[in-house]
Each structure stands twice: as structure tokens, then as C-alpha cells.
């Protein structure tokens, strides 16, 4: 089994941050992708942040220098650093991965259950 936790989310004021952090645990052979994707009310879900084990990252043009994605060395943990945030960043957070449960085996997206962030304006 594999489980994806989240922590970090919460209400927050317009210009204000939050750090957002999941942690994978079970039986993970490599992670190869994470990153977040949220979902605001009546909007489809959105990439926010990825990265890749080759440490190449993406990010939607609406958090481009604001957010960062980062792992933490040596652990399945990934965090979503989130400065100057708006209004408009309000929805639910979902960190997911990208992972091998053993060397040979496929790929299996899986998806942690989603933390709350409101910014007020």
C-alpha cells in the first residue's frame, strides 16, 4: 500500500505564504514524478507545480515566481513553497506522485487526499 499525507494548509491573507508538504510512505520503489494540482470551486482541476526525479520542474504561468516545488533529500517528502498569494490561489490542494512499487513493475499515479488553502483578500 501507499499512502500520500498532506500538511500545511490553512487561511491565510492576501500577500501572505504557506508551505505545503506531502509525504509518501508504503511500499515505493522510485518516485519518478510529484507536484500538486488544486481545484478551486466550479473549476477544473489544474497543475500547480511539478517535478521530476531529473529535477526538471513546471509550474502554471499563474504561480511562476511565486511558488517553488522542492523535495527534501533522501526522503519521499515534497514540499510547495507559496509566497504573495492571492485571492484567486483559494481551492483545495492535491500533491500526487508518480511511482514504481518495485524496479520492474509499472507506473501508478496516486493521490494524496487534499488540504484546504483559503487566502483572503
Known amino acids: 500500500q501507499v499512502q500520500l499525507v498532506e500538511s500545511g494548509g490553512g487561511l491565510v491573507q492576501a500577500g501572505g505564504s504557506l508551505r505545503l508538504s506531502c509525504?509518501?510512505?508504503?511500499?515505493?520503489?522510485?518516485i519518478n514524478a510529484m507536484?500538486?494540482?488544486?481545484?478551486?470551486?466550479?473549476?477544473?482541476?489544474?497543475?500547480?507545480?511539478?517535478?521530476?526525479?531529473?529535477?526538471?520542474?513546471?509550474?502554471?504561468?499563474?504561480?511562476?515566481?511565486?511558488?517553488?516545488?522542492?523535495?527534501?533529500?533522501?526522503?519521499?517528502?515534497?514540499?510547495?513553497?507559496?509566497?504573495s498569494l492571492k485571492a484567486?490561489?483559494?481551492?483545495v490542494y492535491y500533491c500526487y506522485a508518480v511511482l514504481r512499487r518495485t524496479g520492474w513493475g509499472p507506473e501508478y499515479n496516486y493521490w494524496g487526499q487534499g488540504t484546504q488553502v483559503t487566502v483572503s483578500s
Open 23 to 30: 509525504a509518501a510512505s508504503g511500499s515505493i520503489f522510485s
Open 35 to 83: 507536484g500538486w494540482y488544486r481545484e478551486a470551486p466550479g473549476k477544473q482541476r489544474e497543475l500547480v507545480a511539478r517535478l521530476t526525479s531529473a529535477s526538471s520542474t513546471n509550474y502554471a504561468d499563474s504561480v511562476k515566481g511565486r511558488f517553488t516545488i522542492s523535495r527534501e533529500n533522501t526522503t519521499n517528502t515534497w514540499n510547495l513553497q507559496m509566497n
Open 88 to 91: 484567486e490561489d483559494t481551492a
